[in-house]
């Protein structure tokens, strides 16, 4: 195991030796601010235990990124200025580095570096590294649990099988959307960009958009300096810097610091598949793979040869049955 490393609470600068800490901290002639009562502390924590006074709820707030607490607990939040913007836990890998915060995490993880599978399948026998990966397995290709009891959450819609209730109930309602909604619930996009000819449902949105094209670049990173036209876009960056990924998947423990890539690899899970084949009916995660898909589907094909059959001249059509063009 790695050994422990005094951290800087308010650069994050690293230190063996914790006396080397002690006088780096002292180079620290600026303090930080409240926004709110202008009393100033020293670490980013410390004004985050403060923040608690000002919060109607008692909850703290980081300095750092959006994370709240759930509560008052002060353990949580030290976990979280921890875990998310020191990079310190209590457990790493010898091999890669890696931190983990649990245990058992940790020792699962050791498995990929020594090739070991210890999770066997009850049914087919088939190993894996983590037992979520298993779990999920069973449920997915054998309807059973890991204790060997059948599951009987099944969607009537395509088939597939669900562990808890609750998931078999939203995945319902992901099968229900997948039906064409009539024109009248479909919002009108009725504001329209003369630059590209994108619309959009809200006029705030189009004047959002406008500052893409005019350059106009009113929010600053405060860790890079990078400029964005839209406050939402400098939330998603600002993970990049705080190691926030606020996304969870119930299916299988992953995280993500953006919703997009989130949405898509729930969809593997729920077997969601929005985007599909107008020629054959496939369906598909992405946009992006129905577009390569549509590509080479042979009933897209067919239909260009049917097209370019039909408006040929009536002789090339004789002889194009023969196979002569």
Not at 212 to 232: A, E
Not at 303 to 315: F, G, H, L, Q, V
Request: one cysteine or more; glycine letters at 6%.
């Amino acid at each position: 195991m790695l050994q422990d490393l005094f951290v800087c609470l308010v650069c994050s600068a690293e230190f063996q030796e914790e006396c080397e800490a002690k006088n780096h901290i002292n180079t620290h002639k600026s303090t930080i601010s409240c926004n709110n009562c202008e009393e100033t502390f020293k670490n980013h924590f410390d004004l985050g235990v403060h923040s608690m006074k000002h919060d109607p709820d008692g909850k703290m707030r980081c300095p750092l990124c959006s994370y709240v607490s759930s509560n008052s607990n002060l353990y949580s939040f030290k976990a979280h200025m921890n875990f998310v913007h020191l990079k310190r836990f209590p457990f790493y890998c010898k091999e890669c580095t890696k931190g983990f915060k649990h245990f058992k995490t940790f020792q699962e993880h050791q498995n990929t570096h020594a090739g070991k599978k210890p999770y066997i399948c009850i049914v087919c026998s088939k190993g894996f590294t983590y037992q979520k990966y298993l779990h999920v397995h069973q449920v997915r290709n054998h309807q059973v649990g890991t204790t060997g009891k059948r599951i009987e959450n099944e969607c009537s819609t395509c088939n597939r099988y669900f562990y808890k209730p609750e998931s078999l109930e939203e995945h319902l309602q992901i099968c229900y959307k997948r039906k064409k909604k009539p024109k009248s619930e479909t919002p009108v996009k009725a504001f329209l960009c003369d630059s590209c000819g994108q619309t959009f449902t809200e006029k705030a949105k189009l004047l959002e958009h406008l500052r893409v094209h005019k350059g106009d670049l009113p929010f600053v990173c405060t860790w890079c300096g990078k400029r964005f036209p839209v406050k939402s876009y400098l939330k998603t960056h600002e993970r990049v810097h705080t190691g926030e990924k606020p996304y969870s998947c119930e299916f299988c423990g992953k995280r993500f610091a953006q919703h997009a890539p989130f949405r898509v690899h729930r969809r593997m899970h729920t077997g969601e598949r929005p985007y599909v084949c107008d020629f054959c009916g496939k369906g598909f995660t992405t946009n992006q793979g129905l577009k390569f898909h549509k590509k080479n589907c042979p009933d897209n094909q067919l239909s260009k040869m049917m097209k370019r059959n039909t408006t040929a001249p009536e002789d090339q059509q004789q002889h194009s049955v023969f196979g002569l063009i």
